[in-house]
């Protein structure tokens, strides 16, 4: 498997930190020589960023604190955010978690039937001593995904290690959809990135609770709520996780509305994510009126000089005339939009745009993850028209 083979344990080699390795591997082929050393970099204790059919993530050996601790370093991200563990192999649970006692490991197993590989990750006990303490937060549980990336599930069986992983990103930053976006946030901080080409859904994956016969969604993301359903008797939704939960007026209200709110079971979603630099808002109402709004914002915001970006579906992009107009997929086929979402908040970015409104839509389906996402980068910041 390479000459940096080690064991979970050794003494993690010199890693120059100023260099970061680029592989590319096809996706539809990946038994290639990059992926072998890639998976040897996470032998021995280093930082490699892959693809996974959500969006790219940042891996190291979960079991492994030296290893961790350069993803929370490398991302800036806050140490009581904990990691998703990514497994190749069913077989690999033992390992991480504890059993599940009743009819929470029957409903828990069924959910790995259907979704699994997937973007779906279950929340279990960790059996106690078997991933680092900086991956669980302290937490009691551990939250374990199998990704459908063949690039993904080739890395983690080649490197023998659980991978923990969160999206490669800065923190707070969008997550990365390409292997550029990687190196844009991420280059020269860690050791490697596995480039596959785009990240299929785009957005990040549903993290679950089982309870009994009830599946909490902590957080939303690929697998819908609809798609649950199919399985779980019940669906719930964690205070923080609901349709609805960003609605509120302004971020003001926002602040004051989520200081209200117990803390969310999954940690990071307490954190302003994805956020564009540019101020952004969204704007909710009947077509018309949140065109006519757009509009009279963005002639307001030229007028003082702002370099203004709208964010809109391809059915509206041609109503808007602002500095920066993206269209961010189809309003008839919102898998789209969820694919575009991350790189059109990049491309504000880029283009050095200070004000964005965005329009909104249904939460239903892959929609719901959509909104989360969007009113996070708002900063919750949504305005009725
Ligand atoms: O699609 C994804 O899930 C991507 C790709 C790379 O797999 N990963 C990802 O990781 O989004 P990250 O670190 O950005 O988000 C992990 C989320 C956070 O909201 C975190 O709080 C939650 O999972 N989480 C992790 N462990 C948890 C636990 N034991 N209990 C509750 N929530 C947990
Ligand atoms: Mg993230």
Known sequence: MGQNKAEAGDTIVTIHLSKTKLWEVDSEHPQESGLFEAAALLQAGGTVAFPTETVYGLGADARRTEAVERIFEAKGRPSDNPLIVHISDR??????????????????AQLMDRFWPGPLTIVL?????????????????????????????????????????????????????????????????????VDGGAAGVGLESTVVEVDGDTVRILRPGGVTAEGLREIAARVEYDAVAAPGAGGTATAAEAESAAAE????????????????????????????????????????AQARGERTGVLAFAEHAARYDADCVLAVG????????????????????????????AETCPEEGIGHALMNRLSKAAGHAVVYV
């Not at 690999?92 to 409903?107: D, M, N, R, V």
């Not at 575009?340 to 990049?346: D, I, P, S, T």
């Open 125 to 193: 006990p960790v059996k106690p001593g078997a991933v680092s303490p900086r991956v669980t937060a302290g937490l009691a549980t551990v939250a374990v995904r199998m990704p459908a990336h063949p690039v993904a599930l080739r890395l983690i069986a080649a490197s023998g290690c659980p991978l923990a992983a969160p999206s490669a990103n800065r923190s707070g930053r969008p997550s990365p959809t390409l292997a550029s976006h990687v190196r844009d946030d991420l280059s020269g901080l860690i050791d490697g990135i």
């Open 261 to 300: 709110v117990q803390t969310p079971r999954s940690p990071g979603m307490k954190y302003a994510h994805y956020a564009p630099q540019g101020e952004m808002r969204l704007v909710k109402g009947e077509l018309g009126a949140v065109s006519a709004y757009i509009a009279a914002e963005v002639r307001a």
């Open 330 to 357: 189809s309003l008839a086929q919102l898998e789209s939009a969820a694919q575009g979402l991350y790189h059109a908040l990049r491309e504000f970015d880029r283009r050095g745009v200070q004000r964005i409104w």
């Open 91 to 108: 077989a690999q649970l033992a390992e991480l978690t504890a059993p599940l006692e009743g009819a929470s490991a029957a409903l828990a």
